[in-house]
C-alpha cells in the first residue's frame, strides 16, 4: 500500500507540474498587452497544413504545437488545435485563423482563455480598423473584448501581421459580467429579430449564410440546456407588443440605453455590417443579474469608411441611418418611440464630440500605427488580395485608396463628426439647447457626474439649476466665477429621467438638457 500511496503521489505531482508548465505566463497576462508586438508561432505537419489550406470550408482542428513570445518571455504549449475561421475570408489569400488550446487537453486555459482568434484583416489597407473600434468601443463604456496586434509565423516562416481578438464564449462572459450563467446568443446574417411564432425550434432551424452555415442565432453558453425560450420572449416583445405599451414592455426584457448607446457607436463609426443596416454580427447575452438582454456588437472591419455599396458613410444622416428595405425591428421600433429616439440622438452627440472626436483619437491611431509599422511593411500576405502597397498602408491613415476605401480613417473621422454634429443641430444650432450655443454637458446620458462647459457665457455671479421634466428645482447653487471652460457635478443622486440644466447670468438664462441613466 505505501508503494501505491508514494505511485500515486508522484503522479499527482506530475501532472501538477505538467499543468503548471503549459499555464506558465498565466500571471504575465500578455496574450493581450496592446502597447506590445508579441508574437505566435505555430508548428504543424506540412501535410495538415496543406489540407487546411485545401478545405477552406472545414472547422476540423489540426494539431500544433503554439509558442507565444511577448518579447520577455516564451511560452511553449504542445497539441493546440489550429484552423481556418472566417467567413469570405476563408476565400481570401491571408487567411485567418482560430487557435484552441483545449481542443486535444481537455480543459486547458492559457492566460485564462480557451480560444484565440487571428484575423488577417486582409481588406482594410491600414490593418487598424477593427482593433481601433474595439478600442473606442471599451471607452464608450461597453463591455470590453480584448484585442491586440500579433505577428504570426507558421513553421518558421512570417504570415503576416494579424489582430489577436478574445473568443466570445463563457470565459468572455465570464470575465465581462463576473458570472456565467446566462444565455450568450451569436447573431449573424440574416439575424432581423423577425417574429416567427413562439414555438423555439422555429429559430434554432434557422439556417445563416456563413461559408459554414450554422443557426442564425446561435447559442454560446448552456448548450446542453438549448434554451431558446426567452430569445422567443424578446423577439415577440419587439414585434408583437402593441404600441402604446411597447415601451414599458421592451424595457423589462432588453436594455434599451445599451442597445441605443451601441447603435451610436455603429453609425458614429460608420459600421454598416452590423445589425440596423445588415441583420448581421451582434451578440445577445440574457444577463441574469436583471433578466434582460444586452446587445454587443461584433467583427467591426467594415467601419471607418470602408464601403461595398457605393455609400458615403461619413455623411449618412445619423437620424435616418437604418436600412428600410429589410425589416430591423429592434431599430426600427425603438427609435420610433420618441423618448428612445431623443436618447439615442444624444448618445450620437456625446460619442461624436468625446469618442470620434480627432483631438481624442487621433494621438490613438498614430500610436497604432507606429506600433504596427515595420510589421505591416514586412507582411506580404498582405498585398495579394487588393494588391495594397506599403505606400496605400501609409496613405490610408490620411485619404481614400479605392473605392473600396473612399475614405483615409482620419479624414473620416473628421468628416463624420462634423456631420453628425450638422445633423443634429442644423445650422449651428442644437435642438436639445432651447438655440443656446453658449452651454453644453456630456457624457449625455450620464450616470454618475455631468462636465458643464462654457463657451461664451459671461457675468458674475451666476446661478445654476438642475430642473426635472415637471419643473421641479432638484439641484441649485450659486457660480461665484464663471469663464470659459468646464466643471462637474455629481448626479449620481438623482432619479433616471430627463433633466434641463439652467444657468442664469447678467439677465440671460442658458439651458441645455441631459439624461441621466
Avoid at 429579430?193 to 422555429?202: A, D, E, M, R, S
Avoid at 425560450?229 to 414585434?239: K, Y
Avoid at 459600421?271 to 451578440?283: G, I, M, P, Q, T
Avoid at 487588393?386 to 485619404?399: E, Q, T
Wanted: proline content about 4%; overall charge negative; charged content about 20%.
Amino acid at each position: 500500500m505505501p508503494d501505491i500511496t508514494h505511485l500515486m503521489k508522484k503522479l499527482l505531482l506530475t501532472g501538477l507540474v505538467s499543468f503548471l508548465l503549459s499555464c506558465s505566463a498565466l500571471s504575465q497576462n500578455t496574450l493581450f498587452d496592446d502597447t506590445r508586438l508579441s508574437s505566435i508561432y505555430i508548428t504543424i505537419s506540412p501535410d495538415s497544413l496543406a489540407v487546411l489550406y485545401d478545405s477552406i470550408l472545414s472547422d476540423h482542428y489540426y494539431i500544433a504545437r503554439f509558442i507565444f513570445n511577448d518579447n520577455i518571455n516564451t511560452d511553449t504549449l504542445e497539441n493546440v488545435g489550429f484552423r481556418l475561421r472566417g467567413n469570405t475570408s476563408r476565400y481570401s489569400q491571408k487567411k485567418s485563423f482560430k487557435i484552441s488550446f483545449n481542443e486535444y487537453v481537455s480543459g486547458r486555459k492559457y492566460q485564462g482563455v480557451k480560444k484565440i482568434n487571428l484575423n488577417g484583416e486582409h481588406n482594410d489597407p491600414s490593418m487598424i480598423r477593427e482593433k481601433l473600434f474595439y478600442d473606442l468601443w471599451k471607452k464608450a463604456g461597453m463591455v470590453e473584448r480584448r484585442t491586440c496586434f500579433v505577428k504570426v509565423y507558421i513553421n518558421n516562416s512570417y504570415y503576416g501581421l494579424y489582430t489577436n481578438l478574445e473568443e466570445m464564449e463563457k470565459e468572455w462572459v465570464t470575465r465581462v459580467y463576473q458570472e456565467n450563467d446566462g444565455n450568450l446568443f451569436k447573431c449573424t446574417y440574416p439575424a432581423d429579430l423577425v417574429f416567427h411564432g413562439l414555438n423555439p425550434q422555429t429559430y434554432k432551424d434557422l439556417e445563416n449564410s456563413t461559408a459554414t452555415g450554422g443557426r442564425v442565432y446561435d447559442l454560446q453558453t448552456n448548450k446542453s440546456q438549448d434554451d431558446y425560450t426567452r430569445l422567443v420572449l424578446l423577439i415577440s416583445a419587439l414585434n408583437q407588443q402593441p404600441v402604446g405599451t411597447f415601451a414599458s414592455d421592451i424595457s423589462s426584457i432588453l436594455r434599451v440605453d445599451q442597445f441605443l448607446k451601441a447603435l451610436a457607436m455603429d453609425v458614429a463609426t460608420g459600421n454598416w455590417d452590423n445589425y440596423a443596416y445588415n441583420k448581421n454580427n451582434f451578440y445577445l447575452y440574457d444577463n441574469p443579474e436583471d433578466s434582460t438582454y444586452d446587445f454587443i456588437t461584433y467583427d467591426p472591419d467594415n467601419t471607418f469608411g470602408i464601403d461595398w455599396f457605393g455609400i458615403d458613410w461619413a455623411t449618412r444622416d445619423c437620424r435616418d441611418w437604418i436600412n428600410k428595405s429589410m425589416p430591423l425591428p429592434l431599430a426600427q421600433k425603438l427609435l420610433a418611440v420618441p423618448v428612445f429616439f431623443n436618447r439615442y440622438k444624444l448618445y450620437l452627440d456625446t460619442i461624436a464630440n468625446t469618442i470620434i472626436n480627432p483631438d481624442s483619437v487621433f494621438p490613438r491611431i498614430d500610436a497604432l500605427k507606429q506600433l504596427i509599422q515595420q510589421a505591416a511593411t514586412d507582411d506580404i500576405y498582405r498585398t495579394l488580395d487588393y494588391g495594397y502597397s506599403v505606400a496605400d498602408f501609409n496613405d490610408s491613415f490620411i485619404k481614400g485608396i479605392d473605392s473600396h476605401t473612399p475614405y483615409g480613417i482620419k479624414p473620416f473621422l473628421t468628416k463624420r463628426k462634423q456631420a453628425i454634429q450638422n445633423q443634429l443641430h442644423p445650422a449651428g444650432i442644437s435642438a436639445d439647447n432651447e438655440g443656446n450655443r453658449g452651454l453644453s454637458v456630456y457624457p449625455n446620458p450620464a450616470a454618475e457626474q455631468i462636465t458643464v462647459i462654457f463657451l461664451n457665457i459671461q457675468g458674475n455671479p451666476a446661478s445654476l439649476r438642475i430642473i426635472d421634466i415637471l419643473g421641479n428645482i432638484r439641484e441649485e447653487m450659486v457660480i461665484d466665477r464663471l469663464f470659459a471652460g468646464s466643471f462637474s457635478i455629481p448626479v449620481y443622486n438623482l432619479p433616471r429621467g430627463l433633466y434641463i440644466l439652467q444657468i442664469e447670468s447678467s439677465g440671460t438664462t442658458h439651458q441645455t438638457k441631459f439624461f441621466k441613466l
